[in-house]
């Protein structure tokens, strides 16, 4: 069984930054693609960014320059390190990982997701 965590999420005064974490754990051989969302009530999910195994990133438009994504492969951990944060950026944040297990099964795993909110 593979577990996903996260930590970090808060509340926040504009312009102000958060550092969120996500480790995975269990029965896990491989980290492919590691990612996170975020998501209002009323609204659809929004990939944020992703990662890929070798480093490679990718950003939303409104997050390029002001977050970045990074991992820990020795932990299995990835991290979305927020700066100038706006009132907009408040959602829930929920991380991903495309995973292979010891059994050889590739799956796509969602973290519980985390609160963060930006006040004027």
């Known amino acids: 069984q593979v577990q996903l965590v996260e930590s970090g999420g808060g509340l926040v005064q504009a312009g102000g930054s958060l550092r969120l974490s996500c480790a995975a754990s269990g029965s896990i051989r491989s980290i492919n693609r590691m990612g996170w969302y975020r998501q209002v009530p009323g609204n659809q999910r929004e990939l944020v960014a992703f990662i890929s195994s070798g480093g490679s990133t990718n950003y939303v438009d409104s997050a390029k320059g002001r977050f970045t994504i990074s991992r820990d492969n020795a932990k299995n951990t990835v991290y979305l390190q927020m700066n100038s944060l706006k009132p907009e950026d408040t959602a829930v944040y929920y991380c991903?990982?495309?995973?292979?297990?010891?059994?050889?099964?590739?799956?796509?795993?969602w973290g519980q997701g985390t609160q963060v909110a930006v006040s004027s």
């Open positions: 991903n990982a495309d995973i292979t297990t010891n059994y050889y099964a590739t799956t796509t795993y």
